[in-house]
């Protein structure tokens, strides 16, 4: 076996990425990244200013130790760099509808996070819509049915600052990485994987790919048939004055009885007088290279009516931004990090799907410490590829 040129390659520097090449560097490991634009960039899924972190994570037991870790490594990065990544506003998660009671999982969502936070010892609450009106006078119109269960440990973090944190703690700590270069193939070769872009080819013992949108281009099968890319939109409405947002206001999701119903958003950032919020959409499939990145007028204006007009008072149907982000999915909406089927030493960190953020920095520290201990901390295999084999995952 010759010598390989890196320990590591990590291709695609989004969320996972930057965490990923930010741990291996920690660690001493000669490692490059390679990214096909530059980040922190506006084209793949991290990007729109803030992503909501919560502790008792109602997707499943498995994510909360890993958005514990994040929560404490953002913590540290931030007094490594003095930069503020984690805005510790509080998370209320909601479960209100006019129309019926919620559908299937979207009902257990808020049960599942107060039975989670129950079993973790996670500090919380159990809110009415009494109590969330009299507390978050923003909600005042949500419905008499409304249950909340609110995280005082979560909040928000900032996606672009973070992945551009761990990129310059990375590069010096002794990281190599490119932006502007596609990589185009991986191949093993001599015991070794061989990692093609646009600009150059190289070799590594090992390559982990977090290319998000792109990593079924990238790798083909399975990948191809097990993970869609689904448009959401984003939007920031104007806040009325005086506004009855509380300078701490928590980040939210509510979840009505279907996902027109549902919606999630942020308290405003410091300096900027306007509401986030966003829907989710999985029925609609689109293709990273033509996926439509405007938000039509009529995308707002029902966005408004149906949402905000429903759930907040103080908010304006002043559109001041929008931006298109994507979901990448599984069948069962979790993540897949494992080892590539044929592709040996090679390791795949996708699909994330729509709450992969809080999860970054600990999912980056584990696969660092698998390279270099040959073992993680936090167990990582309820993601891998097996349940869609098993027919565990749907
Ligand atoms: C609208 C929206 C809202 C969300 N809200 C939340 C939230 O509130 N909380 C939460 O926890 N999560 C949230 N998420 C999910 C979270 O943001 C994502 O799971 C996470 O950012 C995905 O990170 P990633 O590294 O997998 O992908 P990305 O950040 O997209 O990174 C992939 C990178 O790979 C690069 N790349 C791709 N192909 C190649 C190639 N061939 N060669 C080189 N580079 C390549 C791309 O340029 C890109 O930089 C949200 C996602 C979206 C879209």
Redesign the pocket.
Known sequence: MHTPDFDVVV???????AATLYQLAKRGVKVLG????A?P?D????H?D????RQAVGEGAAYVPLAIRSQQIWRELESELDVQLFEQCGVLVMTSSATAPAADGAADFTEHSIELARRNGIEHEVLDAAQIRQRFPQFAPIHDSALGYFEPGGG?VR?ERCIEAQLTRAQALGATWIGG????ALANEDGLVRIT?QGRSVTAGKAIV??????S??LGAPFDQLLRVCR?T?YWFKLEEPTPFAPCSPSFIIHGASEAETC?GFPPVPGEGSMKI?TEQYSATSLPDTLDRQVSRAEAEQMYRQLVAVNFTGVTPQLVKSAV????VTPDSGFIIDQHPRLANVTV????????????AAIGEALAQQCVDGRSEVDLSAFSLQRFSSGQGR
Not at 11 to 17: N, P, Q, S, T
Not at 50 to 53: A, D
Not at 210 to 215: D, I, L, V
């Open positions: 291709v695609g520097l989004g969320a996972m990425g390679i990214d096909r634009f980040p960039h084209l793949g899924s991290s729109g803030t992503r909501i972190t928000y996606p270069e596609t990589v185009t872009s977090c290319a998000g949108m792109w990593s281009e990238l959401q984003l999630y966003a982000c994507a979901y990448t960190v996708s699909a994330c799907s729509g709450h992969g953020f809080k999860h970054s």
